[in-house]
């Protein structure tokens, strides 16, 4: 049962009044439906941005995040995170070998205890 019966609405995104042939009818034209879902879009994408900009792990030590941590082991990533440093000046620690490594299979990894006997040193 479709029915042509014309109904007067009011465009949610202008806000200009306009006949519409549905009741599902949002939008006055394909341009406001179009810009409108590029809002929202942009909207869904600067409320995300904003929540990965939250640190958790703000103002804790490093040794506090290892103190917390039931991992015994990381990844180069993770500790160079962990110990505010950059990946290549962790590279640089571990080639002074002020840092021990070990290798799991291909992957170069650091002990929680390692970390820990580093910041003791300083």
Request: hydrophobic letters at 30%; charged letters at 30%.
């Amino acid at each position: 049962m479709n029915t042509k019966i014309p109904i007067q609405k009011v465009c949610e995104f202008c806000g200009n009044k306009f006949t519409a042939q549905k009741l599902s009818t949002r939008f006055c034209s394909n341009r406001c439906s179009s810009r409108n879902y590029k809002l929202v879009e942009r909207q869904q994408k600067t409320s995300s941005n904003n929540e990965k900009l939250v640190d958790p792990n703000l103002g804790k030590t490093p040794l506090e995040l290892l103190l917390n941590s039931t991992q015994e082991y990381y990844e180069v990533d993770e500790a160079a995170t962990i110990m505010r440093i950059s990946r290549r000046t962790l590279y640089r620690l571990i080639a002074l070998k002020k840092i021990k490594k070990k290798k799991l299979l291909s992957r170069t990894v650091i002990t929680k205890d390692d970390i820990k006997s580093f910041f003791a040193k300083q």
